[in-house]
């Protein structure tokens, strides 16, 4: 669906690189707070992957809509996009970290059973924040890079060698099947 909507397999690429310090970061948690990685804990990392991907495509969208309206280049379009969604990237990670404590605490009846849900988003949110703010406009520039020498190639390929006919200049039909290479 990512490749879909930005029309390229290359951003997509660089939204899902932030998955893995959510579980990294979820994993830690819980062996750090001595929890089992359990069915409730999964249900929280599947949570915490779905809230540091909107992370990562609010820079992301922001960052290719400056290129594509600003004619900017990738590494101002991702700088740009970094300062102006640090606050609501910032404010949606505290709200869902603010909303879990509460289960990673995990007092009261049945507290046992959400406390792993809670840790796995808490840690994975403290976790994925440090890294993600860092990380994605690097790969995004790293791909972005990578994406332009993909092209600069495949455009050389596609113009391919010049060939030269020995008998160009003998008529229409002369010369047709007779020479060195045939």
Known sequence: MLGILYESLIHPITILSTLPSAGVGALLALILCKEDLSVIALI??????????????????FAIAAERKG???PEDAIFEACMLRFRPITMTTMAALLGGLPLAIGLGTGGELRRPLGIAIVGGL???????????????????RL???????????????VLVRADAGAGAGAGAGVGPNR
């Open 44 to 61: 929280g990392i599947i949570l915490l992957i779905g809230i540091v991907k909107k992370n990562a495509i609010l820079m992301i969208d």
């Open 71 to 73: 004619h900017s280049s």
């Open 126 to 144: 403290i976790f994925s924040q440090m890294l993600t703010l860092f990380t994605t406009p690097v790969v995004y520039l790293y791909l972005d």
């Open 147 to 161: 994406r332009l020498r993909w092209e600069r190639l495949r455009h050389r390929r596609s113009r391919g060698p």
